[in-house]
């Protein structure tokens, strides 16, 4: 899979989000997006989801264009804030009722994703009772179950103490090393250091090439 983000610009009012953006993106990389609060990572990871449209430019998937060739991109798994799961049910219940809308996978692959993230598959707890951390790493289980091509983690490491840090990083790339393209935001730039075959600054909606 290839992406080539061309000439983006997003405005929302008269507030420039993002500001000129062209990167491309390949298959079996981690890209690492790195920058401060409200400095554009999850705006351009919801730009490449194809939750929200260019204003100016375009995003092509494999030569076919975001938006209009396509509504959004195949094979796509996506963490992004706060995932929305049903609070009365179990993690394992939650991935289930989510993998019945492709029905392309099952329990063995549901219960493999939820130990990688550092679940236990036969928790009985209901969601409503996880930690953060159980929370976050549910989102990450949920992102990854389904084998995508492309994996769009917003801030993956949130909640996470430090062996779970260490934990979802190792997953992460594992999803590399399958030939996943990994697209990872972090205002941790250590850790995105550590992780990213190729690092980027974001700063006020621009995104810079950082050589490592
Ligand atoms: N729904 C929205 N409407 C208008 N502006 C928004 C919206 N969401 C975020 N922004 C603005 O877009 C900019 C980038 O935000 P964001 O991408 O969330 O930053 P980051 O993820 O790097 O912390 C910020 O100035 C933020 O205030
Ligand atoms: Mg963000």
Redesign the pocket.
């Known amino acids: 899979m290839r992406i080539e983000i061309r000439d983006v610009t997003k405005t929302?009012k008269s507030?420039l989000?993002l500001d000129r953006v062209t990167l491309t993106l390949e298959s079996g990389r981690i890209y690492g997006l790195q920058?401060p609060?409200?400095?554009?990572?999850?705006?351009l990871m919801r730009l490449v989801a194809g939750l929200i449209r260019p204003t100016k430019g375009e995003v092509l998937i494999d030569g076919r264009r975001l938006g209009r060739d396509m509504d959004f991109p195949p094979s796509l798994g996506l963490l992004i804030e706060n995932p929305a799961f049903l609070p009365e049910y179990t993690g394992k219940r939650n991935l289930e009722l989510l993998a019945g809308l492709q029905n392309r996978i099952g329990d063995g692959e549901i219960r493999t994703a939820m130990t990688d993230a550092g679940l236990d598959p036969d928790d009985r707890r209901k969601y409503r009772k996880y930690s953060l951390g159980m929370k976050q790493r549910l989102g990450i289980a949920a992102a990854v179950m389904e084998k995508p091509e492309l994996l769009l983690l917003d801030e993956p490491t949130n909640a996470l103490d430090e062996g779970g840090v260490e934990e979802i990083c190792r997953l992460i790339r594992r999803e590399r090393d399958r030939g996943a393209l990994v697209i990872a935001?972090c205002h941790d730039r250590e850790l995105l250091e550590g992780l990213a075959d190729e690092l980027y600054t974001?700063a006020e909606g621009r995104v810079e090439r950082r050589e490592a």
């Open positions: 929302i507030a989000i920058g609060n409200g400095s554009g990572k999850t705006m935001a974001v």
